[in-house]
């Protein structure tokens, strides 16, 4: 499956960029044919014709979920700080390197999976780089164990998705009561040139398990491993993309298309 042409505008990620337009791109999901039905959370835990384009509360446009080769496209909001890239991340091979067998065999039994790197646009004021990476279960059961047993492991095990880096801290942060089960684990990673600060929120909906991951700089040379300051104690940059708001615009859209 293929990204499609990126296209739409949405307002303000944050204050600080208010007057500013966003993008939205879509990416083409096909659902399993067990995964039909609403969307539930299943526990309070937070692991828990033609189609036309609609105009969103402060006038934009926004293009809704439409049926194609087999599938749906999502929408998905990035702010202008990003730009979208004709780029997978290596999720697949992170995923399979893991120790954990469950883990591990994501990738091998998915039926679709679909994936976009976003890099930094050049007036981005951060610099951040944002992923996204979609697979289709075998079910709507599978998905939900996947996401329920990342949940219940050390945070530590998300050390995968950051694999030349030394991982410093993981921690388990509040994630968005979306879909059927979600989590949101931040991350202090680098290397002798800097320290990053990574924010990765799964969650499984309807038979799919989606992954987001955030990442910033939040320390320059020479801090990590150089005597400078340590990472977990460095977030002076607040990132500008919002996880969870995204997180949450696509648990609507798929819950839309059941």
């Known amino acids: 499956m293929s990204v499609l042409q990126w296209f739409g505008r949405r307002f303000g990620m944050r204050d600080a960029l208010i007057a500013l337009s966003a993008l939205s791109a879509l990416i083409v999901v096909t659902l399993a044919a067990s995964a039909c039905g609403d969307s539930q959370p299943t526990d309070g835990s937070n692991t828990n014709g033609d189609p036309q384009a609609t105009e969103t509360e402060n006038g934009s446009q926004a ?24 780029i ?3 999720l697949q091979f992170w995923l399979e390197a893991s120790e954990d067998s469950l883990v591990a065999a994501l990738p091998g039994r998915a039926d679709a999976s679909v994936g976009v790197l976003y890099q930094p646009s050049l007036d981005s004021p951060t610099a951040e780089t944002f992923w996204i990476h979609v697979y289709t279960d075998r079910s709507r059961d599978d998905a939900i164990e996947w996401v329920r047993h990342l949940a219940s492991q050390p945070p530590s095990l998300a050390r995968i998705i950051v694999p030349q880096h ?8 509040e994630a ?9 684990i931040e991350l202090h990673h680098g290397h002798s040139g800097g ?10 909906q309807n038979g799919v398990i989606v992954f987001m991951k955030s990442v910033i700089e939040v320390t320059r040379e020479g801090a990590a491993g150089g005597g400078g300051a340590s990472c977990d104690d460095s977030g002076a940059i607040s990132p500008l993309t919002d996880v969870k708001g995204i997180a949450e615009a696509i648990s609507d859209q798929l819950a839309a298309a059941s």
Do not use: K, Y
């Open 88 to 90: 997978e991340v290596g």
């Open 63 to 86: 293009t809704p979920v439409s049926e194609m080769n087999g599938g749906f496209t999502l929408e998905v909001p990035i702010g202008q700080h990003l730009e979208p890239t004709e």
């Open 166 to 173: 030394e991982l410093f801290d993981a921690r388990f942060r």
């Open 176 to 184: 968005p009561i979306v879909g059927d089960a979600s989590v949101l």
């Open 195 to 204: 320290c990053w600060q990574s924010a990765l929120l799964v969650f499984a």
